[in-house]
């Protein structure tokens, strides 16, 4: 059993950097895919960002890629994602997401069975 909680949303203007944090409660946290799903007001809920629970592979949205880094820090049991160059569209609640040792992170919702309760990131124009 993990529990997430996220931190580290809030309000930015375009083209400036937020950095998402989200902490891990629960065992074996090393053992665990984590991931970022977010989802727009009238839209489906997508992928973001997921890093591998063994040897720190990193997959990205490519709405999202050369922009965002996700990172994890097993010590601590979090991941963060930083978010550089926000554009108005990235508005959304951002959710923390954990599955236990997938072959690879996954990037659909069902394939992940831990979720945070998300936080808000919006982006003024």
């Known amino acids: 059993q993990v529990q997430l909680v996220e931190s580290g949303g809030g309000l930015v203007q375009a083209g400036g950097s937020l950095r998402l944090s989200c902490a891990a409660s629960g065992r074996a946290f090393s053992r665990y895919a984590m991931g970022w799903f977010r989802q727009a007001p009238g839209k489906e809920r997508e992928f973001v960002a997921a890093i591998s629970w063994i040897g720190g592979n990193t997959y990205y949205a490519d709405s999202v890629k050369a922009r965002f880094t996700i990172s994890r820090d097993s010590a601590k049991n979090t991941v963060s994602l930083q978010m550089n160059s926000l554009k108005p569209e990235d508005t959304a609640v951002y959710y923390c997401?954990?599955?236990?040792?997938?072959?690879?992170?996954?990037?659909?919702?069902?394939?992940?069975?831990?979720w945070g309760q998300g936080t808000q990131v919006t982006v003024s124009s």
């Open positions: 997401v954990a599955d236990r040792m997938p072959l690879r992170p996954g990037v659909t919702r069902r394939e992940y069975d831990y």
